[in-house]
């Protein structure tokens, strides 16, 4: 169905249709519907459907693997998301979203950045990005007038609908607050360097967290990711050689175990006792765990370089490809030209600089084939060497205690 008769019948049925309802809401959006858009009958070739039909299924099946591996690689969720941003609000001096009046649909309201007290005033251009489509020859000021911010929401409402804002990770918004902790990552106070959480699970952990950021060319971020070595939690009179990180599947629990105290939120109930016998411990923990964090660090960046190394070869192949189906549609379209006018953009490459102007556009306008060749050559090099890593950089963020609910 066209987009714009799908938004109207999911307005109309929101409610639900009541007792002798069917015609006139039939009436009523035949009245609203341009003949001209009545579908018509059209004889189709079963043949060319079904080649069609196989085409775009194949094309679904493309994406739910893309969208799957971006969701496994990503691990994001909408709570997560709606964490972030008010932490990074927070961190601005704002207010938090909060839910939108009148609605039932989990939107919430933007809060007002630009007019806070010291606020940058580029702010009103970001939040512009949340109101409907300016139309042509309308004042800025008057539109930002008539069109108020829209609520915003971080999970598909699952129907077309223009008084929403559905936000993602590439919305300029999103962009702009998560750029504080791309720019700048953890410095001074904005992110406490320890932090205790509580866990189901029945034996006590810690887990060491760095980042890594690999830089290309005119220092480009090419990945960033933040590492953890995880290792069950002993009191230091009771140790014996130190901490022992775990195995790999193990490393992979223990996240998933802070992920999930994170995302419990609300302060740790841990007893106070539990509290200060760690902070004692956080020093000699963190001397204990650093040169595993460092070799795994290592480990992490050479598979991060195996992987960009891999998407440049792709990406220059393709390129490639892409070049040379340019080369093979200019050589067929330079073959129906006349062999008169081919004599004469020789002659007039031939004499070079003495040419007329008039005879110098006919001699710009002639296709050349240097230029083609140039390309073929010098674009998957500059391919490849934006994805060659330059710079490596590591920097230890924070550690992290699970200590089990039972104590």
């Given at each position: ?14 409610q639900g ?6 015609k006139e ?14 579908a018509r009958?059209?004889?189709k ?6 080649s069609a ?7 679904l099946?493309?994406l ?8 496994r ?6 709570g ?11 961190m ?6 909060k839910?939108?009046?009148?609605r ?8 007002a ?5 010291g606020?940058?005033?580029?702010w ?6 949340l ?8 004042k ?5 007038r ?6 915003v929401v ?14 993602h ?5 999103v ?8 720019a700048q990552?953890?410095?001074?106070d904005?992110l ?9 699970d029945?034996v006590?952990?810690?887990l060491?967290?760095g ?14 990711e ?5 290792a ?7 140790r ?17 175990l802070l992920?999930a ?9 841990v ?10 411990s ?6 204990e765990?650093?040169?595993h964090?460092?070799?795994r660090?290592?480990l ?5 370089i195996a992987?960009?190394?891999?998407r ?11 070049l040379?189906?340019?080369k ?6 330079g ?5 008169a ?7 007039l ?10 005879q ?5 306008a002639?296709?050349r ?22 710079a ?8 992290a ?7």
């Amino acid at each position: 169905m066209p987009p714009v008769l799908e938004e109207r019948m999911t307005r109309r049925l929101a409610q639900g249709i009541g007792p002798g309802g069917r015609k006139e809401l039939a009436a009523a959006l035949q009245s609203r519907t341009p003949p001209s858009q009545e579908a018509r009958p059209r004889r189709k070739n079963s043949r060319g459907h079904a080649s069609a039909r196989a085409a775009l299924q194949k094309q679904l099946d493309e994406l739910r693997n893309i969208l799957d591996q971006s969701r496994r690689s990503l691990d994001l969720n909408e709570g997560q998301l709606h964490g972030v941003l008010c932490e990074s609000l927070g961190m601005l001096g704002g207010d938090l979203l909060k839910p939108a009046s009148g609605r039932t649909d989990q939107a919430f309201e933007v809060p007002a950045l630009d007019r806070r007290a010291g606020a940058d005033p580029t702010w009103a251009d970001t939040l512009d990005t949340l109101r409907s489509p300016r139309p042509r020859g309308m004042k800025v000021w008057e539109w930002r007038r008539t069109a108020p911010i829209r609520p915003v929401v971080f999970k598909d409402p699952g129907h077309i609908d223009e008084d929403l804002v559905h936000l993602h990770l590439e919305h300029r918004l999103v962009q702009r607050l998560l750029g504080r902790f791309l720019a700048q990552g953890f410095v001074l106070d904005d992110l406490a360097r320890a932090c205790v959480g509580q866990t189901d699970d029945a034996v006590p952990r810690v887990l060491l967290l760095g980042r890594l950021s690999l830089y290309g060319d005119r220092a480009a971020r090419l990945h960033d990711e933040v590492v953890s070595v995880a290792a069950r939690w002993a009191d230091p009179t009771a140790r014996k050689g130190g901490l022992k990180p775990y195995a790999e599947d193990a490393q992979e629990k223990s996240w998933d175990l802070l992920l999930a105290s994170i995302s419990k939120g609300g302060a740790p109930t841990v007893a106070p006792e539990v509290q200060k016998n760690i902070l004692t411990s956080a020093p000699s923990d963190v001397t204990e765990l650093l040169p595993h964090l460092h070799a795994r660090c290592e480990l992490v960046a050479g598979k991060a370089i195996a992987k960009l190394n891999e998407r440049g070869q792709r990406e220059a192949r393709e390129m490639v490809e892409i070049l040379d189906g340019q080369k093979g549609a200019s050589a067929r379209a330079g073959q129906g030209r006349g062999s008169a006018a081919g004599l004469r953009v020789q002659g007039l490459r031939r004499r070079g600089a003495a040419a007329a102007p008039g005879q110098r556009e006919v001699l710009a306008a002639a296709p050349r084939g240097h230029p083609a060749r140039d390309e073929l050559e010098l674009e998957p090099k500059r391919i490849l060497q934006s994805y060659s890593v330059r710079a490596t950089r590591f920097e230890p963020v924070g550690i992290a205690y699970l200590w089990p609910v039972t104590g």
